[in-house]
């Protein structure tokens, strides 16, 4: 059976960079180039890549990216524009939750909530993890964004992505947040990339820091640290506060 977040993106890398969510690639490129010490001989492995923003932009600047999404209709749109600036970059379809990487990556990124945390169980949720640990070196880092449990607990979720999102991108509605789960579930409407209008049924599962913390201990994870994450502008000083929508991660191995 095809998941919603599978049959969201079967036809929509064209819609996705048009997102509200997807306009700060500059600047996050520019924090993950700072915690890795602008060192260029690092490889970089990008989690759920999408249309490959990040991948792109970070090997424009001269690093060694791997991109790994599910969708065929993402990648696609990837590798197009990454030929279209004369790049090759590596960009492969796996499953997050079953990667073949072992200790190979200096860098794994997930941002903007790559796989994680769209999973429909917190076991996938934690395989991604898993994957995502298991295919650093000794001392490498990951970074990710996920969305911050404390948030929901203090707003409206539905209110919220109403006032973020823009005319003709998607958007939800009828939201439920399970306080036993810390799952939101609401009905999704995009517009495809061929005009079709699609609805889904989605639910994603929020988090709060000491989960992320333990989970992260768990996968001998020495160093975790977790801030708010600004659109754009990911920074060490942004403390985590009930107003931040998500959060960002940052552990070493």
Known sequence: MTKWYQKLFENYGLRYDNEVFTKGTMGECD????????NKNLRILDIGCGTGRHSIELSVRGYKVT???LSDSLLKRANEKALSQNLIIDFRKH???????????DLAIML??????????DEMNYRILQNAAQSLKPGGKLVFTTLNGLFPLFHSVKDFLSKA???GNATSDKNTFDLMTF???NITSVKDDSGNEIELECNERYYV??????????LSFKTISIY???LGAFSRNDVLTTEDFEMLVVAEK
């Open 31 to 38: 924090f993950l180039e700072k915690e890795i010490g602008y």
């Open 67 to 69: 991109g790994i999404d």
């Open 95 to 105: 499953d997050a939750r079953d990667l073949p990487f072992s200790e190979e990556f």
């Open 112 to 121: 903007c909530e790559g796989a994680f945390p769209l999973m429909e169980t």
């Open 165 to 167: 999102g823009q005319e």
């Open 183 to 185: 799952r939101d579930y």
């Open 209 to 218: 820091p000491s989960e992320i913390t333990w989970l992260l201990k768990s």
């Open 228 to 230: 708010g994450a600004k």
